[in-house]
């Protein structure tokens, strides 16, 4: 018995299925669209993001690189007796 329920649920589910075929395709077609854009703008944030993290890096290194030059000049300095 049980078999010939869940058959005739399986055929109720395809007829409703193919009747509404159209609507079905139109709401996987808006889903898509919709999934498609939030890629595309997720994509563009975090271009961005890594944009803004390669500035921040760069800055950071410039900062660390004209620290080190100044100490190295202090020392020079001091070795030269000025």
Same mark, same amino acid.
Request: net charge positive; charged share 40%.
């Given at each position: 018995?049980?078999?010939?329920?869940?058959?005739?649920?399986?055929?109720?589910?395809?007829?409703?299925?193919?009747?509404?075929?159209?609507?079905?395709?139109?709401?996987?077609?808006? $889903?898509?669209?919709?999934? &498609?854009?939030?890629?595309?703008? $997720?994509?563009?944030?975090? &271009?961005?993001?890594?944009?803004?993290?390669?500035?921040?890096?760069?800055?950071?290194?410039?900062?660390?690189?004209? *620290?080190?030059?100044?100490?190295?000049? *202090?020392?020079?300095?001091?070795?030269? $007796?000025?």
């Amino acid at each position: 018995m049980l078999p010939f329920i869940a058959g005739v649920a399986a055929g109720a589910v395809a007829v409703v299925a193919y009747n509404n075929n159209k609507k079905i395709r139109k709401s996987v077609d808006e $889903g898509a669209k919709k999934a &498609k854009k939030i890629a595309e703008d $997720g994509l563009e944030k975090t &271009k961005e993001l890594a944009k803004d993290i390669k500035a921040t890096i760069e800055d950071k290194v410039d900062s660390l690189k004209s *620290k080190k030059t100044e100490k190295i000049e *202090k020392k020079e300095e001091v070795a030269n $007796g000025k």
